[in-house]
């Protein structure tokens, strides 16, 4: 029902920063939660971030507490990442997905319906 399109992703140093938009179009974005999950070769897709339709109340996964901030700004309809203290851990490719209302744990993506094509994020050592 939205159409996210993230930009931002690109190559930094370890302990560098970097900020992801991901740009939602569709009328619907006002009631979707988002969030921001990636996957690394090899290895299975996993959350990251999400944040409420409100943005009252965020979510993050263990290993960005602390180093990663969700935002979104619903008058331009733009999810915001910013990552701080990147590690190489951290490279992926990352994606930004919209939640319907009631759908399921802010957690897991399978309450996510819709996903941007992604954009990567190198930290080098």
């Known amino acids: 029902q939205v159409q996210p399109v993230e930009s931002g992703g690109g190559l930094v140093q370890a302990g560098g920063s970097l900020r992801l938009s991901c740009s939602a179009s569709?009328?619907?974005?006002?009631?979707?939660?988002m969030g921001w999950f990636r996957q690394a070769p090899g290895k299975e897709r996993e959350f990251v971030a999400a944040i409420t339709w409100g943005g009252g109340i965020t979510y993050y996964a263990d290993s960005v507490k602390g180093r990663f901030a969700i935002s979104r700004d619903n008058a331009k309809s733009t999810v915001y990442l910013q990552m701080n203290n990147l590690n190489p851990e951290d490279t992926a490719t990352y994606y930004c997905?919209?939640?319907?209302?009631?759908?399921?744990?802010?957690?897991?993506?399978?309450?996510?319906?819709?996903w941007g094509q992604g954009t990567q994020v190198t930290v080098s050592s």
């Open positions: 997905a919209g939640r319907a209302p009631n759908s399921g744990s802010y957690y897991s993506e399978d309450a996510y319906n819709s």
């Open positions: 569709g009328r619907t974005f006002l009631y979707y939660g």
